[in-house]
């Protein structure tokens, strides 16, 4: 059987994207198939949230251990509050052979490329730019500071989208959640996921030129 382990996926994109609409639809769209990865943080849990369902929620005290002791993947630090990719999680779920992707952005997704080499990385973009401030103002829930705070965020992230190996344009849901399976399955078809099985196959040749 070629590459039963998961791959680790990073997907990355500017805010209004519609990132995790996209993640909801490709789980939707295959159960049990993929793992949304888990993140731990020090910050308290807001009304609904389960501790080990939206975030694994520890202690200062714990993340820095956590820090120290290498357990994160990476991690960053937001408004007094630690956020990070606990390890043994992801290496778990690969194990299993989930596919996991991990939401975050573009400086965490080089420490997690850096850390695991054969991530694969994937960028989400509006189809122009106007859309995008088009879908940051139809959320109706920011003023209009933020959506130029976000904007100007947006001018940095677009720096950092070549260092991607993907560019996934989400202008319709649907295909885009196609086109972002297509591409995942099309990387557990890459030689150097099935190295397993290469050498299998160049043994049992060899047993048949023997007979």
């Given at each position: 059987m070629m590459d039963s382990k998961g791959i680790l996926i990073v997907v990355s994109g500017f805010s209004g994207a519609g990132?995790?609409?996209?993640?909801?639809?490709?789980?939707?769209?295959?159960?049990?198939?993929?793992?949304?990865s888990i993140s731990a943080t020090?910050?308290?849990?807001?009304?609904?949230?389960?501790?080990?369902?939206?975030?694994?929620?520890?202690?200062?005290?714990?993340?820095?251990?956590?820090?120290?002791?290498?357990q994160l993947i990476e991690y960053a630090r937001y408004v007094n509050n630690?956020?990070?990719?606990?390890?043994?999680?992801?290496?778990?779920?690969l194990e299993e052979g989930k596919d996991v992707i991990l939401e975050i952005?573009?400086?965490?997704?080089?420490?997690?490329?850096?850390?695991?080499?054969?991530?694969?990385?994937?960028?989400?973009?509006?189809?122009?730019?106007?859309?995008?401030?088009?879908?940051?103002?139809?959320?109706?829930?920011?003023?209009?500071?933020v959506i130029d705070s976000r904007l100007r965020r947006a001018?940095?992230?677009?720096?950092?989208?070549?260092q991607y190996d993907y560019l996934i344009i989400n202008d319709d849901l649907e295909r885009c959640a196609k086109e972002l399976h297509d591409i995942i399955q099309?990387?557990?078809?890459?030689?150097?996921r099935n190295t397993e099985f290469m050498e299998k196959i160049k043994q049992d040749?060899?047993?048949l030129k023997g007979e």
């Open positions: 990132k995790g609409t996209l993640m909801k639809e490709l789980l939707k769209n295959h159960p049990g198939q993929y793992t949304l020090t910050r308290h849990p807001r009304d609904g949230e389960e501790d080990g369902r939206e975030y694994f929620f520890i202690t200062t005290e714990e993340f820095e251990k956590m820090i120290a002791q290498d630690y956020y990070g990719t606990p390890r043994a999680y992801v290496e778990q779920k952005e573009i400086q965490g997704a080089m420490k997690v490329k850096k850390a695991f080499p054969e991530t694969v990385l994937l960028f989400v973009t509006p189809p122009t730019a106007g859309e995008l401030k088009h879908r940051l103002t139809g959320r109706g829930t920011e003023t209009e500071e001018v940095e992230e677009a720096d950092g989208m070549d099309g990387e557990h078809r890459k030689s150097f040749l060899q047993r």
